[in-house]
């Protein structure tokens, strides 16, 4: 590996492409880390025409780029134009992180999955046995399936409005552990240990058809999504009494850690950062 503190060379340089990118927080979010680890590196935000994704990434690492995240249109583009992928990424059908190799050739890796995992584990939830409602069956999913059913849940049920895109997610990886499938209509009337939205709907401020059965207060819930304040969903569940609610603030941080350690070799602290990013998100900063 290069030396972090060789000054008379040019720092590395990494970025984030997606569409839009003008809101993303990864530059700062690796920027933090690199301070705290003393890794010189530079990070970008790269705003990436629709369609352009495999030109955009053959210019950076021509241009001597060492690594990538990807997001929001383009990770399952990415999937496609990576020459290797890790078994989690190749699962995910998703790559959101590239590491641009010596030898010229580029690695895709999803880091979404153990970064939501990683930060239940920081917030202290254990998933072994517990029962799991997964909502949505969608890329986001996608990416988290494998890792959630890895820490060995009673069982997880993927529920979806439309049934038949969840029976298809869900025939991937009935082989890995107990995974049902439902409707919203024909949810069971028995209430869920951990509750995790993988749908779009907070993007919209909407919220998914979910029966008040589901929950008790004893029920953790989990957004993927985060805002300001908690999402729609999240209000749900507090106005039913749940004790305890996560938006994916946590998720966020914890996937750029996994992919700053696979870049750099180096494992930042991720907690001191979620601090900072949920202070500019309350007050506006
Ligand atoms: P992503 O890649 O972010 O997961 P996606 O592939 O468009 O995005 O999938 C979005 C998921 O959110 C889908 O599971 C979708 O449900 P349908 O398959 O039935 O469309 C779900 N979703 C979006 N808006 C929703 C809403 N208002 N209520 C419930 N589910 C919603």
């Known amino acids: 590996m290069t030396d972090p503190f060789d000054f008379d060379r040019p720092a ?44 955009a990434c053959g210019n950076f690492q021509a241009a001597g780029g060492k690594g990538l995240n990807i997001t929001v ?12 992928r890790s078994e989690r990424a190749q699962m995910a059908g998703a790559v959101n992180t590239i590491r641009f190799e010596a030898d010229g050739s580029s690695y895709g890796d999803n880091t979404d999955g153990v970064g939501l995992i990683r930060d239940l584990q920081a917030n202290g939830i254990e998933l072994k046995g517990r029962r799991i409602l997964l909502m949505g069956a969608g890329g986001a999913v996608r990416g988290v399936l494998q890792p959630l059913l890895q820490q060995f849940p009673l069982e997880i049920l993927l ?49 998914p058809p979910l029966p008040d059965k589901v929950i008790s207060s004893d029920s953790i819930c989990y957004d993927m999504m985060y805002g300001p304040g908690p999402t729609q969903f999240l209000q749900w569940c507090q106005a039913r009494g749940a004790q305890r609610y996560l938006d994916g603030l946590g998720m966020l941080v914890e996937q750029a850690a996994e992919s700053f350690f696979l870049w750099r070799g180096v494992r930042p602290e991720t907690r001191s950062v979620v601090q900072t990013l949920r202070e500019q998100l309350l007050f506006g900063k």
């Open 73 to 84: 249109p383009f990770k399952q583009d990415a999937w496609r134009w990576v020459d290797k």
């Open 159 to 207: 529920v979806n409005r439309t049934l038949d895109k969840a029976q298809h997610l869900a025939a991937d990886f009935t082989n890995l552990g107990q995974l049902r499938v439902s409707s919203y209509q024909d949810l069971p009337a028995q209430s869920f240990d951990v509750i995790i939205n993988g749908t779009a709907a907070s993007l919209q401020g909407d919220l």
């Open 12 to 55: 590395d340089a990494y970025g984030v492409m997606g569409n839009p990118i003008g809101h993303s927080k990864s530059p700062q979010i690796h920027s933090l880390f690199a301070r705290q680890t003393g890794q010189r590196i530079v990070y970008d935000a790269i705003l990436v025409d629709h369609g352009g994704l495999a030109q």
